[in-house]
């Protein structure tokens, strides 16, 4: 039973931090990262940001179907990590409730992921730019949801085995 709580907590404290990268990906504006001899420009979801000649600027983005595609994914895949959060709260205290549903959220959770993310790297990036932090997290906070759901899977199966 112990074991149980140990995996329970440990899943928990890798959704938050799927959140939290999640979260920060999304707002992040360091997507990719465009420099030349005098300019470096930093490219996110909603805004594009410079440093022409010592200047700080930040102007909206244009929007492209691709580039909404990508946000909304995103932004699902916050709310379903989020959702999956909440659930496994209300899980600890109702202990006859099932870890699939938990980690069902979490597999939307990825798939969102994966699809705006993915959608980015095929339509959206810049050929000659290179992925900054805000992207690369967009992929850690993945892989932690897909650890997260094999946790989920392996919680089930402890608690069907007591």
Not at 10 to 20: E, P, Q, R, S, T
Not at 119 to 129: G, H, L, P, Q, R
Not at 136 to 156: D, E, K, R
């Amino acid at each position: 039973m112990t074991a149980l709580k140990i995996i329970y907590f440990i899943n928990c404290g890798l959704i938050v931090l799927g959140i939290v990268f999640a979260v920060l990906s999304t707002a992040g504006n360091y997507w990719e990262k465009i420099s030349s001899t005098s300019t470096v420009i930093h490219v996110g979801l909603w805004k594009i940001c410079g440093k022409p000649l010592s200047t700080s600027y930040c102007a909206d983005r244009d929007k492209t179907d691709a580039l909404i595609t990508t946000e909304a994914f995103m932004i699902a895949g916050c709310v379903t990590y989020l959702l999956a959060f909440v659930y496994n709260g209300l899980l600890f205290l109702k202990k006859n409730w099932s870890n699939k549903i938990s980690a069902a959220l979490l597999i939307v959770t990825a798939l969102c992921l994966v699809v705006g993310l993915g959608v980015y790297t095929s339509k959206v990036s810049e050929k000659d730019a290179s992925f900054g932090w805000s992207y690369i997290i967009g992929w850690c906070s993945t892989g932690v949801s897909v650890i997260s759901t094999i946790l989920c899977f392996t919680q089930q199966m402890e608690y069907a085995s007591i």
